[in-house]
């Protein structure tokens, strides 16, 4: 605490990020990144904009990142989507920030699942936005009609965080039905592995914004690219947040990089096919040492043993260095967060998971 601190820091409760340790040789699956490095065609690209002397990073990168624009509409074109319905940012995180300030700060509150992704309350928090928390049900799924109520918009990650569950298109669709005069935000950071996207329903409601990012199914965590699709009006009240805040968020690498990452498909399948395989080979494995796992469409599990502490769990792992996200929170704090990693680390953790019943028995 410091009283040179405004009294906004005072009241701040940061987001905590999953460790990202120094350690080489680590089995890392505890912050859901792709174990797959991102598709050559997007180093290439990075690589020809660098040079070979790098001259031009001495000039800003475009403020409006048209190129990466261009590549999402081109990407949903089918769905009548153009440049205009496109926001881009630094990070899905940056554009959930922008959201929150643009859209969803009103005098009604936001409505968001108890069990979600927890930048939402710490968003809540920093930009003063009254929230009410839905719970999840029995099987730590969201219920549409549970968020029948007056609200200032509406935020729900699909598939879930950290649970992993897919609402069905046709519930995200009643979702922005029933709520025309709030804004509803669909995060869809794990769609690609395993659900149907909301972006084919932008065309349709005016008030439903899908937030994506690059980090988790094009591999591309560390080069911080995020974007949002919707109706120009919702893009054109971000485009005015983001004006005031940072003119540039995106660097000339992370542009053109994810720019070529969004156009290589084939690579893209490739890649997140393999995770889907993994996982499926991985449930059955867990399932198999008598692990209860939900069904996930993302590119982790949720897990939990009937007869083993989750956080004694982690612990174990951890000593033999695999490391997994445990939430210490109400209703989930006997859960582990598994990220799917490649056929090697997922082998890796199932051999220390049966050392590790055999040692508690
Ligand atoms: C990982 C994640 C994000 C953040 O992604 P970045 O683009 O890396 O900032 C946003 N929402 C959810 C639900 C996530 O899991």
New binding site residues.
Partial sequence: MSHFWSPLVHGLTPYTPGEQPKLINLVKLN??ENPYPPSPKAVTAMRNELGSDGATLRLYPDPNADLLKQSVAELFSKNGITPAHVFV????????AHVFMALLKHDKPVLLPDI??S?YPVYCGLHGVKSVSIPLDEQFAIRVDDYAMENGGIII?NP???TGHLLPLGEIERLAAAHPGSVVVI?E??IDFGGKSAISLVGRFRNLLV??????SHSL?GL???FAVGDPLLIEGLERIKNSFNSYPLDRLAIVGAAAALADIEYFETTRHAVMNSRAVLVAELKALEFDVLPSA?NFIFTRHPKHDAGTLATNLRERSIIVRHFRLPRIEQHLRITIGTDQECAALIAALKDILIGIQ
Avoid: H, W
């Avoid at 940012?89 to 959930?96: K, M, Q, W, Y």
């Fill in positions: 912050t859901n940012g630094n990070g899905s995180d940056e554009v959930l979600t992704y930048f990650a879930n965080a950290p995060d950071a794990y937030v994506r990012t690059l980090s988790k965590a911080r690219v995020g993302a």
